[in-house]
């Protein structure tokens, strides 16, 4: 493998998220608040200890170090310090599950975020 491919860009959606209900945030907001902030966490954790996720990648990929440097490079630059959800790619979502529930066709990608966590964790950052 001589080329990063970034699936996300074939695809057209991001490779990583974070997913659940407005119920099941309703029913245990500190659960909820508590995975958003690992995840951040995670993306934290990635950008600013660099040799440590690079063993990780190669841990998991089992790469050579020159493929795990370019890999973790890509990575690090697209990552958002507080990472945003991206209207543009909830709207493939939607089309692409549109395909098979015409029901859903007319969702708002905005009406499907909840950032109120995130927006919490951005402050603390400030």
């Not at 990552?79 to 209207?87: A, E, M």
């Amino acid at each position: 493998m001589h080329i990063i491919a970034d699936i996300g860009s074939e695809i057209r959606m991001p490779g990583t998220c974070v997913v659940t209900t407005r119920r099941e945030i309703a029913r245990n907001p500190e659960l909820a608040k508590q995975i958003v902030g690992t995840y951040v966490d995670a993306v934290h954790a990635f950008k600013t200890y660099p040799d440590i996720a690079k063993s990780f990648l190669h841990n998991h990929l089992e790469f050579e170090e020159d493929v795990i440097e370019r890999i973790y490079e890509y990575y690090r630059s697209i990552f958002q310090t507080v990472p945003r959800p991206s209207l543009p790619h909830i709207q493939v979502a939607i089309d692409e599950i549109a395909k098979v529930r015409p029901d859903v066709r007319g969702m708002a990608p905005a009406n499907l975020i909840e950032t109120c966590f995130l927006d919490e964790i951005d402050a603390e950052l400030r």
